[in-house]
């Protein structure tokens, strides 16, 4: 197994990439950019393998195809020598983006643009394919990918293929969580997933200012939801209490009796992964700033129902409880979209 940093020192300097490491794939269980590598036989460097698409680097560059732009794919693209490789980048996303600051943009404490990077802005990459692959063939050395606007299918060719691809929100199966995904529901990993909440906390405090608004609709869209007790949720959570108290305050002051902040998590515990001591610091904080915290709390479902003639959506538990929501942001652990 290899570091990020020493996978791409050996790359650059001795050409252990081309030798020695044909297929290198993000390692799930270190953050940001450690690497695992897979050694398989390969033919010596004086004769590297050729695809048989998309016709591979010209004078004898080996192209490197990454799959990703995140944290592994980005910044080994920007790395990799130039001179050396012919390195191209595949991604559905055209940035690569500095997520622990996504719950700062989502509250407007930071502009979107200030936590990516586009990835054509890399020095000597030679080709960004805005797609997705879909399938490798192994034997053939071509990666199958589907274009992210007319879903038009290619191949691309490599000598070397690396996998960053990260993971995707995994959602257990909880009812109703993906059919409102967007709508009430959201997550929080990409740019757009920060752009569609802080549209819907907008939402909810202009349509509860309406004085025609029944007094249940104003209570439930001012009510949100952080699901997990993990860094990104309670980031989030603190986010969102400070916009409210500093914001919201002086913007909407006849609608804070009605806001209502409530952090759910299904263990004994928030910040698991921190020092106990912190985590117990954290907790009595959200407490004085009359966060409703509820350990122990697992989310059953998500229910739409006419309560008083009004169409409302309900967060059930577990335990049994139920709260009534505007807007539920879930922080989930995550699955990894592999390629077959």
Known sequence: MFTFSSAVSHASTNGLLHRHLPLIRQSPSCFPGVLRCFASSHPAASSPPTATTDTLA????PRVIILGSGWGGYTLASRLSKSHYDVRVISPANHFLFTPLLPSTAVGTLEFRAIQEPVRTIRGLGQYYMAKGREVDLDKQVVRCEDLYKGVKFEVGYDYLILSVGKKSNTFGTHNIQRLEGVVVFFLKH??????????????FE????PTLPQIQRD????FIVVGGGPTSCEF???LHEFINQDVASWYPDLIPHIKLTLVEAGPGILGSFDKALSEYYLKELEKKNIDVRLNTAVAGVDERYIEGEQITVARFKDGSEVN???I???????HPLCT
């Open 329 to 335: 942001l879930t922080s989930k652990p995550f699955n």
């Open 237 to 239: 959570m603190s986010e």
């Open 325 to 327: 929501f505007g807007e």
């Open 58 to 61: 010209t004078k004898h560059k």
């Open 191 to 204: 740019l757009y997933h920060a752009r569609q909440i802080r549209n819907r906390i907008l939402e909810c």
């Open 207 to 210: 349509r509860a200012s309406n």
């Open 220 to 223: 439930r869209l001012l009510s």
